[in-house]
């Protein structure tokens, strides 16, 4: 039996240490991620960053608190430790199925708010000098993920890049940017206008379309690392409560000896 508690203490002192590590971790990246704004951030608008900054800041802090509670309570079996550590588990899970409802409930709103967003950054200000992060931040975007426009490449015919005339010496004849051409194809991918010359040269789903297919095709593993998650938490909580438990029948224990020897 002390064979059995000495293994779930070594279990959850090492699990407790790698949240531990991941608490300090987010809250180095959160504090980053304040300090040094994103390519990104211009397309989603600076709230977006700022929010998402201090929730990892957040969540890293309350990761570290839990992960040295669980260490030290792991070490020294203190029962107040183990209890308050049981607490603050059972309080993130049950913060992580109700953001897990409330993003399932309002998925369409995010992804409304996302589109307009990047809608907005492609149709109205790329390409304008004053908005030179918001074009270098389209054309990373597009780049990386290997798209072009928001629902496909011909989104870019009616952008003010393409429509407005002060921008057709920039513009040239093409039909979209550089940075929808695929890779590794030649400097004349975009050419043609108001018809491309060949659409096989460049990547022609849009962005938006490529970020929801790519979330529907990860779903079965998100899920899976959500439910593994939960499943780490349940475990230590159960351990928790066996070495509160043990901690208690120890404590007993010492109370019977200690009035028998009176």
Not at 21 to 39: E, M, P, S, Y
Not at 123 to 131: A, M, Q
């Amino acid at each position: 039996m002390s064979c059995t508690f000495g293994c779930i203490k070594c279990l959850l002192f090492v699990v407790n240490f790698i949240v531990w590590l991941a608490g300090a971790g987010l809250l180095g990246i959160g504090a980053w991620a304040r300090v040094d704004q994103g390519k990104f951030d211009i397309l989603l608008g600076s709230e977006f960053s700022v929010y998402a900054a201090y929730i990892l800041i957040g969540v890293g802090i309350f990761l570290f608190i839990v992960g040295f509670t669980g260490c030290c309570g792991a070490i020294r079996e203190s029962k107040c430790l183990l209890g308050l550590y049981f607490t603050l588990v059972f309080f993130t899970l049950s913060v992580e199925v109700a953001a897990c409802a409330f993003a399932y409930i309002f998925r369409h709103t995010a992804q409304d708010i996302i589109k307009k967003k990047i809608d907005s950054a492609m149709v109205i200000k790329y390409g304008y000098p004053e908005y030179r992060l918001v074009t270098v931040a389209i054309d990373h975007l597009q780049t990386k993920m290997k798209c072009c426009g928001i629902s496909n490449y011909t989104d870019w015919i009616g952008s003010a890049y393409y429509t407005d005339p002060a921008m057709s010496l920039k513009r040239g004849n093409t039909t979209v940017p550089h940075s929808c051409c695929k890779k590794g194809v030649t400097a004349e991918c975009n050419q043609g206008y108001p018809v491309i010359d060949d659409v096989s040269l460049i990547n022609v789903e849009g962005c938006y379309t490529t970020f929801v297919n790519w979330i529907k095709n990860n779903l079965l593993l998100l899920g899976g690392v959500a439910l593994g998650v939960a499943l780490v938490q349940i475990l230590a909580m159960i351990f928790s409560c066996c070495l509160c438990r043990r901690t208690k029948d120890k404590e007993d224990s010492y109370d019977v000896t200690e009035a028998e020897r009176f």
